[in-house]
T-cell receptor, first 110, second 111 residues
Framework: NAGVTQTPKFRVLKTGQSMTLLCAQD?????MYWYRQDPGMGLRLIHY???????AKGEVPDGYNVSRLKKQNFLLGLESAAPSQTSVYFC?????????FGNGTRLTVT | DQQVKQNSPSLSVQEGRISILNCDYT??????FLWYKKYPAEGPTFLIS?????DKNEDGRFTVFLNKSAKHLSLHIVPSQPGDSAVYFC??????????FGSGTKLNVKP
């Protein structure tokens, strides 16, 4: 039982490049979330999904897009990366339980 | 503006003593409150929660207290152990769906 798996674990991008972060969960959870963690800011919600085919904006959605084509996967896209998007990104999922988190993706944008 | 605040970035406690981590919130509509623990290079893991209709919940060495009138939440760890050294995040849920997190408190338990 892998839980929540995030790929890649690390990535370095140049400003303007694009990339997609993948989150996969094997717990049949309906809800999935993307957070970013920055020093002194805690975890801030980027986007979330309440079920397959749905997405919604969180606190800091600008510069990101998401898709939930399959229930088990939640993709976070950066179309044109900026240095302000340097952060650690966490995916999480749940049904009625508290959030289950992946181990994070550390992204650096130079 | 952050709806959940942890004003102490760090806390250092001697092994065997009590650790008290504090959290304040602004939104009176929060339904549930939780504490998460995070080790380096790992994702946060759930520790303990409390419903907005209760004022205390206990699980082993961990107790969470809720003071709704003060909009204040605290986590007590007794006795503290070196393995408790981690970053602790306070979180609150609104509409049973959206989670808001504080900025975290780094706890160091000294042997």
């Amino acid at each position: 039982n892998a839980g929540v798996t995030q790929t890649p674990k690390f990535r370095v991008l140049k400003t303007g490049q694009s990339m997609t972060l993948l989150c996969a969960q094997d717990m049949n959870h309906e809800y999935m979330y993307w957070y970013r963690q920055d020093p002194g800011m805690g975890l801030r919600l980027i986007h979330y999904s309440v079920g397959e085919g749905t997405t919604a904006k969180g606190e800091v959605p600008d510069g990101y897009n998401v898709s939930r084509l399959k229930k088990q996967n939640f993709l976070l896209g950066l179309e044109s990366a900026a240095p302000s998007q340097t952060s650690v990104y966490f995916c999480a999922s749940r049904n009625d339980s508290p959030l289950h988190f992946g181990n994070g993706t550390r992204l650096t944008v130079t | 503006d952050q709806q959940v605040k942890q004003n102490s970035p760090s806390l250092s406690v001697q092994e065997g003593r009590i650790s008290i981590l504090n959290c304040d919130y602004t939104n009176s509509m929060f339904d549930y409150f939780l504490w998460y623990k995070k080790y380096p290079a790992e994702g946060p893991t759930f520790l303990i929660s409390i419903s907005s209709i209760k004022d205390k919940n206990e699980d082993g060495r961990f107790t969470v207290f809720l003071n709704k009138s003060a909009k204040h939440l605290s986590l007590h760890i007794v006795p503290s152990q070196p393995g408790d050294s981690a970053v602790y995040f306070c979180a609150a849920i609104v509409n049973f769906n959206k989670f808001y997190f504080g900025s975290g408190t780094k706890l160091n338990v000294k042997p």
